[in-house]
Structure formats: structure tokens, C-alpha cells
């Protein structure tokens, strides 16, 4: 049986590094893979984050001529007058934001703020189906 005070000390501390090496390529192929796979939530999650507000600006152009409308945003309220303002806007917002996302995309807050965002936008989407279903009750009655 062999004891590792035997073993000369060069020789222990080869194996040990020898050991950490492969460790550290290990986790570091996990890390590259687990960050490739949120590289692609993050992109896939701002593509749905980008339609989504999409639909958000088309909804609120649509209802800013309802009289039982109101914008609660104070700086979109201010251009419901000028709607190329308001488009440029909600675009220059969105790629704002989308810019500091895509630069942190390897990191675990950015999918977390990616995901809450797109939770956001899906239930005020919810919001507005349901505003325009009110709305449309108010003013026309149902087909029977």
C-alpha cells in the first residue's frame, strides 16, 4: 500500500494541478454551454419583447381616439398629438433597452429582467384585449 507521503512532493503537486485543470475545463465547457443557451433566451425573449411592444403601439395609437381612453404613461399622453413621436419613442426606448440586454445577455440578471419585461408586456396585451372587448360592447351590441 502506498502512502502519499511516499510520493515526492513534485509529483503530488502535478497530479493536483493536473486534477484542477481538468476541473476548471469542465466547468468552463458547462459555463460556455449554459451561456450559449442564454444568449438564445435572451434574443429569442427581446424578438418577443419587440412584438409585443409592437402590439402595444398599435393598440395605443388605436385607442388614443376613444373618448374612454387614457394613456396612463405621462410622456406618451404628451404626444398623442404627433404619433411619429410617439413611435419614435416607444422604438428608441425599446432598443435602449434592448442594447444594455443584448451586452449582458451572458448573464443571469439580464434573462431574469428579459423574462419579467416580457411577463409585463404579455399581461398588459391581456389589458388591452380586454379594453377593446369592453370598448366594442360599449358601442356596438353583440350579434345574436
Avoid at 54 to 72: Q, R, S, V, Y
Avoid at 98 to 113: D, G, M, P, V, Y
Amino acid at each position: 500500500m502506498t502512502d502519499s507521503t511516499h510520493i515526492p512532493a513534485r509529483a503530488r503537486s502535478a497530479g493536483l494541478i493536473r486534477w484542477l485543470t481538468v476541473a476548471l475545463r469542465r466547468s468552463l465547457r458547462r459555463f460556455r454551454t449554459a451561456t450559449q443557451g442564454r444568449s438564445r433566451r435572451v434574443f429569442l425573449l427581446l424578438v418577443l419583447l419587440w412584438l409585443l411592444n409592437g402590439f402595444d403601439l398599435l393598440f395605443t395609437i388605436m385607442a388614443g381616439d376613444l373618448p374612454h381612453f387614457n394613456e396612463a404613461n405621462p410622456i406618451a399622453a404628451g404626444m398623442f398629438d404627433h404619433p411619429y413621436a410617439l413611435i419614435a419613442f416607444k422604438v428608441g426606448a425599446v432598443a435602449f433597452a434592448s442594447t444594455i440586454l443584448i451586452l449582458f445577455r451572458r448573464h443571469r440578471t439580464a434573462e431574469l429582467a428579459c423574462w419579467c419585461v416580457c411577463t409585463v408586456y404579455m399581461a398588459l396585451s391581456f389589458l388591452w384585449m380586454w379594453f377593446f372587448i369592453r370598448y366594442e360592447g360599449m358601442t356596438q351590441p353583440w350579434p345574436t
